[in-house]
């Protein structure tokens, strides 16, 4: 168990900040439906700046901190009082930004939007670690300045307002993971946040030693194995994340060590695209010569297989490059196009 030298004067002042942290009242709302409006529109300007912001004037980690204190204490008056606050708040959050989605739905989702689509077991350490060290510093008074930093590292509004944008443009498989983010943030504080505010003392509890971590953990039971059942999910989309990054690195890789070695020729640019059973594989090449459909066809085979079981259609798009020199045109004087077809002396 952790040691605390937190004195009763002290304890008793956090119990109270974090009493009227957990309070649901009119400031506390509106400063939440402030924050998703900044959030909306940071992530409709694909502003991570703008988000940020969003992410301080949030008031959501108030209340998750209420139910921890709560759990500590077996209280279960206050555990209402502050799962109500957090519920009012998420919804504040989510219907403004649901409000503000169908008022922009001409603006196109963004990549800020979708990178809040797809939570893995990462997110999931860093709501941990987030709630841990933002029941840390509201214990410890030197370190109160370090809760800016928790909210910005435990996003809360960005996902449920990312959620809610997804839901208004009718993305309901999208909304949901960028909801089931915001979820496994909440779970993750809130269980990260409870353990550290036990360790540190504060609990009305008349049990001792083994008994009370017992005890503790019976009361945050739920938490524990939502918790662990979020964490197996996680893995597997994290797994699921590096097979998928491992895969398009492996493709990137052998359409430039191929079209590379030809001469004049290299890869812009790589882009993979879900299609109907197929994983379409765009790639831009520069070159002075086109390849030909059996060179296409040849490369698309020397490609690894998507780790989804779909088949790759790939798809060369070509543009001619002319490399000019002080000496003169360089690559003119190919007698082979990069399939070993000769070329006619138009061609040339």
């Keep these: 168990m952790i040691a605390t030298t937190v004195d009763d004067p002290l304890r008793a002042s956090v119990r109270k900040a974090i009493h009227e942290g957990a309070a649901l009242n009119v400031p506390y709302l509106l400063m939440n439906i402030f924050a998703a409006i900044i959030a909306c529109y940071g ?23 209420g139910i921890s204190l709560a759990l500590a204490d077996s209280d279960f008056g206050e555990l209402f009082r502050a799962l109500s606050a957090l519920i009012a708040g998420t919804a504040s959050v989510m219907v403004t930004a649901f409000i503000l989605g169908l008022i922009h739905r001409d603006i196109p989702i963004t990549s800020e939007i979708m990178a809040r689509t797809a939570p893995n077991l990462l997110d999931l350490m860093i709501g941990v670690a987030g709630g841990a060290a933002g029941a840390y510093a509201t214990v410890s008074p030197r370190l109160s300045v370090a809760f800016i930093g928790v909210a910005v590292a435990t996003a809360l ?11 208004a443009h009718g993305e309901y498989a999208l909304g949901g993971g960028a909801l089931l983010l915001a979820f496994t943030n909440m779970v993750a504080i809130q269980f990260a946040s409870a353990v550290v505010l036990w360790a540190t003392g504060f ?24 918790l662990a059942a979020l964490g197996i999910l996680l893995a597997r989309t994290l797994d699921q994340a590096v097979e998928k990054q491992l895969f398009q690195a492996k493709v990137e890789k052998t359409l430039s060590d191929t079209i590379d070695a030809l001469a004049g020729s290299y890869v812009t640019d790589v882009r993979f695209t879900p299609g109907d059973g197929t994983t379409i594989v765009r790639a831009v090449m520069r070159a002075p010569i086109p390849p030909s459909v059996k060179s296409v066809a040849t490369l698309a085979a020397q490609l690894p297989a998507p780790p989804d079981g779909t088949r790759i259609d790939l798809r060369i798009r070509f543009v001619e490059t002319m490399v000019i020199t002080p000496r003169g045109v360089m690559f003119k004087d190919l007698d082979v ?9 138009e061609t040339k």
């Design 43 to 65: 992530l409709f300007e694909n502003s991570p700046a703008v988000i940020i912001g969003a992410m301080i004037v949030a008031m959501l980690l108030g209340p998750i901190l």
């Design 157 to 167: 509004v960005p996902p449920l307002a990312a959620a809610s944008i997804l839901f």
């Design 203 to 226: 609990r009305q509890s008349a049990v001792s030693g083994r008994y009370a971590v017992l005890a503790f953990l019976k009361r945050d039971a739920l938490g524990l194995g939502v």
């Design 337 to 345: 196009d990069p399939a070993g077809h000769e070329l006619s002396d």
